[in-house]
């Protein structure tokens, strides 16, 4: 015990010694921005006073403030541990974050929640947000030929006139079987084309299929394998068969900002942080164990750090001891999204989901989200988004949000003639440029293989996920699958 304790201060006098010995003008690339733990500001002084943690817990860096990041502070925090999470925006939530749309706030992109995701509403009920969850019936509608179709219901599908009755009963074979499939392996080696073809007969394809994956991918679909489609039809449709709330989905009253206030709040009341507007610098081991973080012009001493970012960020502040990446010949393509948030007096339309089947619409499709989302959450304004799915070298990211609206507003109004100026509220373009991968034929033999080297160095990202789509009940789902790894050995510290 005498020999543990010995360590334990030796730790302590070491990372002391770093912080008042560093001589910062030798890091001329550290920048001296002020940081902030829950709305204050933080000296060096109070830095080292707290380097160490409280007495007896283990003390966890968390790099990112995304869901991800979040979800694992809370979870670890719930051991015996003080938890501090590095967020380098101004507000937490990363593509869950929220946005100031004038007269209230609601979320920067579109998000719902589906009756099985079982991860994230146990998440939300566990932060006492339980009575917060809002459920709404949901509505599916397609575009094709200028013309709407309501897809709710068999007796609309039987009228949908696209399609005859026998590729009818084709699609709806190919829905079923696709979302009870388990071996997704299969399914990485054949194209999203020939797999459709295979299952539901090539007019379904032609019909249907085609102009969804060309709103969605443009020609990239097809370099796209099954996989991409079968996580749509595994999650979306299955959420339909749920016993009690077919057909319905929800959301937090207030948005992700209300989620990932109180998680903040669960935080601080555990004695652990957050700190906004911190960009870590550099994480290093060192040689008693644990890890040096440097943000801003501090250092501070962690007994385990957990890396929540991309993968281009771990290799830019991340000491090649800590970690190593096996890339192959093949890099990884992103989509990214540009989407236009409008904001309107009257509703557009009646359905969650509009599905184009239109090429030529200047978006990927329409979500309705005051189709779900009660008026009163938005201040007795409606508001719809219209998102575009690009690749890096699309032309819009060299685009002015100005000239995008204008492309996409003429969307709009071709698409809803009736809409008028007097109808207008506002209008938002937001912009993420990693979304999702663009799963090609055999993704997973060529993503980034990342392993740690270090005993108290983690990483945790959705470039892990390699068969399935980036949502958020899968990112608390990875959460919870690292938790059943690590919480025995985040429960105990050695004094």
């Known amino acids: 015990m005498a020999t543990e304790c010995n360590v334990n201060l030796s730790r302590q006098n070491k990372m002391k010694q770093v912080t008042d010995s560093t001589n910062y003008d030798k890091y001329p690339d550290i920048q001296t921005n002020t940081n902030t733990q829950n709305g204050q500001d933080i000296t060096i002084e109070e830095l080292q006073a707290n380097s160490s943690g409280q007495a007896g817990k283990t003390k966890v860096g968390i790099i990112g403030g995304g869901l991800m990041g979040m979800a694992l502070a809370y979870r670890i925090s719930e051991l015996n541990t003080s938890v501090k999470v590095f967020e380098s925006d101004s507000q937490l939530g990363g593509l869950s974050t929220h946005h100031d749309y004038g007269s209230f706030t609601w979320d920067k992109f579109y998000h719902v929640i589906v009756p099985t995701d079982g991860s994230l509403i146990n998440l939300i009920k566990d932060i006492g947000l339980e009575e917060h969850l809002r459920w709404s019936r949901s509505f599916t509608g397609y575009y094709v ?218 978006f990927t499709g329409v979500i309705g989200i005051s189709s779900l989302v009660s008026s009163e959450e938005t201040t007795g304004n409606y508001i719809t988004f219209f998102p575009k799915y690009i690749p890096s070298n699309h032309d819009y990211w060299g685009m002015s949000d100005e000239a995008i609206e204008e492309i996409f507003m003429s969307g709009v109004r071709n698409l809803y003639p009736g809409l008028e100026d007097e109808d207008l509220v506002s209008t938002h373009i937001n912009r993420a440029f990693k979304v999702q991968p663009l799963q090609v034929l055999n993704y997973s033999s060529i993503i980034p293989k990342i392993k ?24 608390v789902q990875h959460v919870e699958s690292f938790m059943e790894q690590i919480a025995e050995e985040l429960k105990t510290k050695t004094i």
């Open 452 to 475: 740690t080297k270090h005993p108290d160095f983690f990483i945790l990202n959705t470039s892990q996920f390699v068969n399935d789509s980036v949502n958020n009940n899968r990112v």
């Open 145 to 362: 030929n200028k013309s709407f179709y309501s897809l709710n219901g068999a007796k609309e599908f039987l009228l949908f006139p696209l399609i005859n009755i026998w590729d009818k009963v084709r699609l709806v074979f190919t829905i079923f079987y696709g979302g009870r499939i388990n071996n997704w392996k299969k399914l990485e080696t054949i194209t999203v084309k020939d797999w459709l073809i295979k299952m539901g007969g090539k007019k379904n394809f032609i019909k249907f299929w085609e102009p969804l994956l060309l709103a969605k991918l443009g020609e990239n679909y097809k370099r796209v394998s099954a996989v991409f489609i079968w996580t749509y039809i595994r999650r979306l449709f299955k959420a339909r068969e749920h016993p009690v709330e077919k057909d319905y989905m929800g959301y937090v009253s207030g948005g992700y900002k209300t989620v990932f206030d109180r998680l903040s709040d669960r935080l601080t009341e555990k004695g652990s942080n957050v700190l906004l507007n911190t960009s870590v610098k550099s994480i290093m081991p060192l040689s008693d164990g644990g890890l040096e973080v440097r943000y801003g012009d501090k250092v501070e001493y962690f007994d385990k750090v957990i890396f929540t970012a991309p993968i281009n960020v771990l290799e830019k502040v991340t000491s090649p001891d800590l970690f190593e990446i096996k890339k192959t010949d093949k890099s990884v393509e992103y989509l990214g999204v540009v989407c236009l948030a409008l904001v309107t007096k009257k509703p557009l339309t009646p359905f969650y989901v509009l599905n184009m089947g239109d090429v030529n619409t200047p």
